[in-house]
Protein backbone atom coordinates (compact mmCIF):
# COMPACT_ATOMS: atom_id res chain seq x y z
CA UNK A 1 0.00 0.00 0.00
CA UNK A 2 1.43 3.42 -1.07
CA UNK A 3 1.80 5.97 2.19
CA UNK A 4 2.56 9.92 1.77
CA UNK A 5 4.53 11.63 4.55
CA UNK A 6 4.22 15.23 5.24
CA UNK A 7 6.30 16.12 8.11
CA UNK A 8 5.85 19.81 8.78
CA UNK A 9 2.35 19.93 10.50
CA UNK A 10 2.45 23.93 10.39
CA UNK A 11 4.59 26.69 8.81
CA UNK A 12 4.13 30.53 8.12
CA UNK A 13 6.09 33.18 6.17
CA UNK A 14 6.14 36.39 5.65
CA UNK A 15 4.08 37.90 2.76
CA UNK A 16 6.12 37.76 -0.47
CA UNK A 17 8.53 35.40 0.74
CA UNK A 18 9.16 31.61 0.09
CA UNK A 19 8.08 28.75 1.40
CA UNK A 20 8.70 24.91 1.07
CA UNK A 21 6.22 22.33 1.82
CA UNK A 22 7.68 18.94 2.16
CA UNK A 23 6.24 15.40 0.72
CA UNK A 24 7.83 12.12 0.59
CA UNK A 25 5.77 9.19 -0.12
CA UNK A 26 6.25 5.12 -0.64
CA UNK A 27 5.35 3.02 -3.71
CA UNK A 28 7.13 0.37 -5.36
CA UNK A 29 5.38 1.33 -8.59
CA UNK A 30 7.20 3.12 -11.35
CA UNK A 31 5.06 4.92 -13.02
CA UNK A 32 2.25 7.25 -10.63
CA UNK A 33 1.23 10.60 -10.11
CA UNK A 34 1.65 13.48 -7.64
CA UNK A 35 -0.81 16.12 -6.61
CA UNK A 36 -0.72 19.04 -4.63
CA UNK A 37 -4.37 20.39 -3.41
CA UNK A 38 -4.94 23.47 -1.21
CA UNK A 39 -7.60 23.20 1.21
CA UNK A 40 -8.36 26.77 3.12
CA UNK A 41 -10.68 27.86 5.79
CA UNK A 42 -13.84 27.49 3.41
CA UNK A 43 -12.81 23.69 3.09
CA UNK A 44 -13.01 23.87 -1.02
CA UNK A 45 -10.38 21.39 -1.75
CA UNK A 46 -8.29 23.19 -4.50
CA UNK A 47 -6.18 21.21 -7.17
CA UNK A 48 -2.61 23.11 -7.20
CA UNK A 49 -0.37 21.15 -9.27
CA UNK A 50 0.17 18.20 -10.73
CA UNK A 51 3.36 15.87 -12.14
CA UNK A 52 3.09 12.70 -13.99
CA UNK A 53 6.16 10.62 -12.44
CA UNK A 54 7.40 10.02 -16.19
CA UNK A 55 8.17 13.47 -16.72
CA UNK A 56 11.60 14.30 -15.61
CA UNK A 57 10.45 18.10 -15.63
CA UNK A 58 9.06 19.59 -12.59
CA UNK A 59 5.65 20.99 -12.67
CA UNK A 60 4.94 24.82 -12.57
CA UNK A 61 1.93 26.85 -12.17
CA UNK A 62 2.45 30.47 -11.90
CA UNK A 63 3.90 31.23 -8.30
CA UNK A 64 3.52 27.20 -7.31
CA UNK A 65 6.53 24.62 -8.51
CA UNK A 66 7.66 21.29 -7.21
CA UNK A 67 10.91 19.93 -6.84
CA UNK A 68 10.40 16.38 -7.62
CA UNK A 69 12.98 13.02 -6.91
CA UNK A 70 11.76 10.04 -7.69
CA UNK A 71 14.83 8.29 -6.58
CA UNK A 72 14.52 9.77 -2.83
CA UNK A 73 10.47 9.67 -3.72
CA UNK A 74 9.90 12.94 -2.98
CA UNK A 75 7.84 15.49 -4.14
CA UNK A 76 8.10 19.01 -1.98
CA UNK A 77 6.57 22.31 -3.06
CA UNK A 78 7.27 25.42 -3.21
CA UNK A 79 5.45 28.76 -3.13
CA UNK A 80 6.88 32.04 -4.32
CA UNK A 81 6.15 35.73 -3.47
CA UNK A 82 3.29 34.42 -0.89
CA UNK A 83 0.41 36.19 -0.64
CA UNK A 84 -2.18 36.18 1.92
CA UNK A 85 -4.66 34.22 -0.21
CA UNK A 86 -2.33 30.93 0.04
CA UNK A 87 -2.95 30.89 3.52
CA UNK A 88 -4.82 27.46 3.90
CA UNK A 89 -3.78 23.21 5.00
CA UNK A 90 -1.74 21.84 1.90
CA UNK A 91 -2.30 18.24 1.21
CA UNK A 92 0.21 16.15 -0.89
CA UNK A 93 -1.60 13.24 -2.77
CA UNK A 94 -0.50 10.36 -4.85
CA UNK A 95 -2.32 8.27 -7.68
CA UNK A 96 -1.11 5.12 -8.94
CA UNK A 97 -1.41 5.13 -12.77
CA UNK A 98 -3.64 1.92 -13.17
CA UNK A 99 -5.96 3.52 -10.66
CA UNK A 100 -8.40 6.42 -9.20
CA UNK A 101 -7.51 6.12 -5.49
CA UNK A 102 -6.10 9.27 -3.98
CA UNK A 103 -3.70 8.58 -1.10
CA UNK A 104 -3.40 12.11 0.30
CA UNK A 105 -0.72 13.13 3.84
CA UNK A 106 -1.57 14.33 6.43
CA UNK A 107 -1.68 17.97 5.68
CA UNK A 108 0.41 21.53 6.32
CA UNK A 109 -1.41 24.55 7.59
CA UNK A 110 0.47 27.30 5.67
CA UNK A 111 -0.14 30.75 7.27
CA UNK A 112 0.87 33.40 5.47
CA UNK A 113 1.65 36.47 7.49
CA UNK A 114 1.58 40.09 6.41
CA UNK B 1 -15.70 27.38 -8.16
CA UNK B 2 -14.83 24.06 -9.35
CA UNK B 3 -18.26 23.12 -11.06
CA UNK B 4 -18.91 20.45 -8.01
CA UNK B 5 -21.67 21.44 -5.69
CA UNK B 6 -22.88 19.37 -2.26
CA UNK B 7 -25.69 20.33 0.13
CA UNK B 8 -26.23 20.79 2.75
CA UNK B 9 -22.92 22.45 3.90
CA UNK B 10 -23.57 21.73 7.42
CA UNK B 11 -25.56 18.96 8.99
CA UNK B 12 -26.07 17.78 12.53
CA UNK B 13 -28.02 14.57 13.00
CA UNK B 14 -28.63 11.74 16.15
CA UNK B 15 -27.59 8.96 16.05
CA UNK B 16 -31.13 7.67 15.07
CA UNK B 17 -31.71 9.75 12.45
CA UNK B 18 -31.64 9.16 8.78
CA UNK B 19 -30.44 11.89 6.34
CA UNK B 20 -28.59 12.53 2.73
CA UNK B 21 -25.52 13.99 1.73
CA UNK B 22 -26.12 14.94 -2.02
CA UNK B 23 -23.33 16.17 -4.86
CA UNK B 24 -23.73 17.54 -8.46
CA UNK B 25 -21.04 17.69 -11.00
CA UNK B 26 -21.27 20.11 -13.96
CA UNK B 27 -18.02 19.53 -15.17
CA UNK B 28 -19.31 16.86 -17.82
CA UNK B 29 -17.27 14.15 -15.91
CA UNK B 30 -18.08 10.24 -15.64
CA UNK B 31 -16.43 9.48 -12.51
CA UNK B 32 -17.38 10.69 -8.24
CA UNK B 33 -16.15 10.29 -4.94
CA UNK B 34 -16.79 10.52 -1.49
CA UNK B 35 -13.84 11.23 0.93
CA UNK B 36 -14.11 11.47 4.51
CA UNK B 37 -12.29 14.00 6.28
CA UNK B 38 -11.75 13.43 9.87
CA UNK B 39 -9.94 15.73 12.62
CA UNK B 40 -6.34 14.64 12.49
CA UNK B 41 -6.57 11.85 9.92
CA UNK B 42 -5.89 12.28 6.28
CA UNK B 43 -8.49 11.78 3.54
CA UNK B 44 -10.07 8.59 3.44
CA UNK B 45 -11.74 7.94 0.12
CA UNK B 46 -14.87 5.86 0.98
CA UNK B 47 -16.59 5.02 -2.77
CA UNK B 48 -15.61 5.52 -6.05
CA UNK B 49 -18.10 5.34 -9.05
CA UNK B 50 -17.39 4.80 -12.52
CA UNK B 51 -20.16 5.66 -15.10
CA UNK B 52 -22.76 4.97 -12.41
CA UNK B 53 -21.15 1.86 -11.40
CA UNK B 54 -19.65 1.60 -7.94
CA UNK B 55 -15.90 0.53 -8.70
CA UNK B 56 -14.38 0.72 -4.90
CA UNK B 57 -15.76 0.44 -1.69
CA UNK B 58 -13.23 1.13 0.57
CA UNK B 59 -14.46 -0.90 3.56
CA UNK B 60 -16.73 1.33 4.41
CA UNK B 61 -19.56 0.13 7.21
CA UNK B 62 -22.69 -0.22 5.84
CA UNK B 63 -24.67 2.44 7.97
CA UNK B 64 -23.20 4.94 4.69
CA UNK B 65 -24.87 3.94 1.63
CA UNK B 66 -23.96 5.37 -1.81
CA UNK B 67 -26.02 5.94 -4.81
CA UNK B 68 -25.73 7.23 -8.08
CA UNK B 69 -28.41 7.33 -10.39
CA UNK B 70 -26.12 9.12 -13.23
CA UNK B 71 -22.80 10.84 -13.84
CA UNK B 72 -24.11 14.00 -12.67
CA UNK B 73 -25.26 13.11 -9.16
CA UNK B 74 -24.08 11.37 -5.90
CA UNK B 75 -25.41 10.59 -2.61
CA UNK B 76 -24.43 9.23 0.54
CA UNK B 77 -27.63 8.16 2.64
CA UNK B 78 -26.74 7.79 6.26
CA UNK B 79 -28.33 6.28 9.25
CA UNK B 80 -27.74 4.71 12.51
CA UNK B 81 -24.82 6.88 12.47
CA UNK B 82 -22.30 7.32 15.22
CA UNK B 83 -20.52 10.49 16.91
CA UNK B 84 -17.31 8.96 15.60
CA UNK B 85 -19.11 9.74 11.88
CA UNK B 86 -18.84 13.36 12.50
CA UNK B 87 -16.34 14.07 9.75
CA UNK B 88 -16.42 17.03 6.81
CA UNK B 89 -17.33 14.31 3.96
CA UNK B 90 -16.09 15.72 0.27
CA UNK B 91 -17.23 14.91 -2.70
CA UNK B 92 -14.99 14.96 -5.85
CA UNK B 93 -15.36 13.82 -9.63
CA UNK B 94 -13.29 13.55 -12.39
CA UNK B 95 -13.34 12.30 -16.20
CA UNK B 96 -13.30 8.36 -16.24
CA UNK B 97 -11.24 6.67 -13.23
CA UNK B 98 -8.58 4.78 -13.41
CA UNK B 99 -7.07 6.86 -16.25
CA UNK B 100 -5.30 8.92 -13.93
CA UNK B 101 -7.52 11.80 -14.29
CA UNK B 102 -7.36 14.91 -12.05
CA UNK B 103 -10.14 14.84 -8.90
CA UNK B 104 -11.85 18.16 -8.37
CA UNK B 105 -13.68 18.46 -5.00
CA UNK B 106 -16.79 20.25 -4.07
CA UNK B 107 -16.80 22.53 -0.79
CA UNK B 108 -18.04 19.18 1.55
CA UNK B 109 -20.46 18.82 4.32
CA UNK B 110 -19.99 19.00 7.56
CA UNK B 111 -21.64 16.60 9.31
CA UNK B 112 -21.98 16.66 13.51
CA UNK B 113 -23.59 13.59 15.38
CA UNK B 114 -24.78 13.54 18.44
Known amino acids: AQTVTQSQPEMSVQEAETVTLSCTYD???????LFWYKQPPSRQMILVIRQEAYKQQNATENRFSVNFQKAAKSFSLKISDSQLGDTAMYFCAFMQAAGNKLTFGGGTRVLVKP | ETGVTQTPRHLVMGMTNKKSLKCEQHLGHNAMYWYKQSAKKPLELMFV???????ENNSVPSRFSPECPNSSHLFLHLHTLQPEDSALYLCASSRPAGNQETQYFGPGTRLLVL
Open chain 2, 49 to 55: YNFKEQT
Open chain 1, 27 to 33: TSESNYY
